[in-house]
């Protein structure tokens, strides 16, 4: 494992999209638990990517969520659904994972879904150069739905009480501190241990990145 900058491992994962050598868009999946640093990795990754010339299309998971009146049929608490009933898989590789791929015809959409209006969306269909670069966040995404369709796998690991802080942090405008613990106690950790136990999420990953400290990121390549 290699301790750097915040820019020398943004560099650092740049020089691995530029690595791949696919004949469609690099289809670059960042995983991890929630309030990990994802989006924000994935956000300044595309700064990256862009100012190197490339074509970036951002993409997350949460606009592949299903609609409120079917995410939560065990509970709003529950771990299982927070695994098993939350995001649309299969409007995922339909609409953007497959048409990025091999054999498709890169006329993709980057989302479904609506989460402020809780509504489901059907953007206009979008073309993407062949070297065009997906850069997509979120949780789960090596599980066996997903895992095969990603060029890249990035995993941003964070320890769970450093989660659990940053989202008091990220949230307490709209949420108590007590509601905020309970969501990550009794639904997003023990999802998480539900992922790792059932994918293995880790075993998957090209390069993982330990996020506890953002400003000296630690940089680990796996060899699968």
């Not at 990795?41 to 862009?50: G, I, K, M, N, S």
């Amino acid at each position: 494992m290699d301790q750097g900058t915040r820019e020398e491992v943004l560099g650092r994962l740049a020089e691995a999209v530029g690595s791949v050598a696919v004949a469609h868009p690099t289809r670059v999946a960042i995983d991890g638990p929630p309030a990990a640093g994802k989006t924000t990795l994935a956000d300044e990754l595309a700064v990256v990517l862009r100012a190197q010339g490339r074509d970036v299309i951002r993409a997350t998971i949460d606009d592949f969520l299903f609609p409120r009146a079917l995410r939560y049929p065990r509970g709003e608490y529950s771990a299982e659904g927070c695994y098993f009933d939350t995001h649309d898989y299969g409007a995922l590789n339909r609409v953007l994972l497959d048409p990025l791929g091999p054999g498709g015809d890169r006329r993709f959409q980057n989302a479904v879904y609506d989460r402020d209006a809780d509504a489901v969306l059907s953007p206009p269909l979008t073309t993407a150069p062949a070297d065009a670069v997906l850069v997509f966040d979120g949780v789960f995404l090596m599980r066996p739905e997903l895992i095969d369709r990603w060029d890249l796998r990035i995993f941003v690991s964070t320890a769970r009480e450093k989660t659990v802080d940053r989202a008091v942090i990220r949230e307490r405008q709209v949420r108590s501190r007590a509601e905020i613990e309970r969501r990550w106690r009794e639904r997003y950790i023990p999802s998480q241990q539900l992922y790792f136990a059932t994918a293995h999420p880790t075993d998957h990953a090209d390069i993982i990145v330990h996020n506890d400290e953002p400003s000296q990121p630690v940089w680990e390549t796996r060899t699968n």
